[in-house]
T-cell receptor, first 114, second 113 residues
Framework: DTGVSQDPRHKITKRGQNVTFRCDPISEHNRLYWYRQTLGQGPEFLTY????????KSRLLSDRFSAERPKGSFSTLEIQRTEQGDSAMYLCASSWRGSGNTIYFGEGSWLTVV | AQSVAQPEDQVNVAEGNPLTVKCTYSVSGNPYLFWYVQYPNRGLQFLLKYITGDNLVKGSYGFEAEFNKSQTSFHLKKPSALVSDSALYFC???????????FGTGTRLTVIP
């Protein structure tokens, strides 16, 4: 049984560059979530997919952020024109209807913007 | 609006002693409540949840949590703490009709040998 997989685990980028993170959910999980976590804080919800449809986006997801889930399988989160305030851990999670609203997280992708 | 409060940023307990990590919540309707644990530089691991039924919920690694509707609390407990329990613990709530979990700010548990 493979869990949620995220890549890369760590990314250092210069301010103004674009970055993309990938998430592979648990097989057969049709629901996928992106969260952001900064030091000393709990995870903050960014966006939610059910299959390939992006059903909810947080106000935290500025115009520089875009998420996709083509074909309802893996997902990507792209950040354009990165800013130092984007430095955080980006967490992907997945679930399915039978999991009773339990969501299962990946190991996270650390982003440092210098 | 939903909210979760973890009033203690840090909890220290001696190895072998019982531990409690506190959580209170506010939601509309019946709550679904969760505890997750996070080890350094790792993602969150699911520990346990309350949906309905018995107020005492048992979870992974010997943890349990007690749901108290009148006090709107869902405290995490363990009868005998281990050094390996040292980690960051998050309480989360799912509100009926919402698509996501809402997390507290976390409590850092340190078990002292």
């Amino acid at each position: 049984d493979t869990g949620v997989s995220q890549d890369p685990r760590h990314k250092i980028t210069k301010r103004g560059q674009n970055v993309t993170f990938r998430c592979d959910p648990i097989s057969e999980h049709n629901r996928l979530y992106w969260y952001r976590q900064t030091l000393g804080q709990g995870p903050e919800f960014l966006t939610y997919f059910q299959n390939e449809a992006q059903l909810e986006k947080s106000r935290l997801l500025s115009d520089r952020f875009s998420a996709e889930r083509p074909k309802g399988s893996f997902s990507t989160l792209e950040i354009q024109r990165t800013e130092q305030g984007d430095s955080a851990m980006y967490l992907c999670a997945s679930s399915w209807r039978g999991s009773g609203n339990t969501i299962y997280f990946g190991e996270g992708s650390w982003l440092t913007v210098v | 609006a939903q909210s979760v409060a973890q009033p203690e940023d840090q909890v220290n307990v001696a190895e072998g002693n019982p531990l409690t990590v506190k959580c209170t919540y506010s939601v509309s309707g019946n709550p679904y409540l969760f505890w997750y644990v996070q080890y350094p530089n790792r993602g969150l691991q699911f520990l346990l949840k309350y949906i309905t039924g018995d107020n005492l919920v048992k979870g992974s690694y010997g943890f349990e949590a007690e749901f108290n509707k009148s006090q709107t609390s869902f405290h995490l407990k363990k009868p005998s703490a281990l050094v390996s329990d040292s980690a960051l613990y998050f309480c989360a709530v799912h509100q009926t009709g919402a698509n996501n979990l809402f997390f507290g700010t976390g409590t850092r548990l340190t078990v002292i040998p």
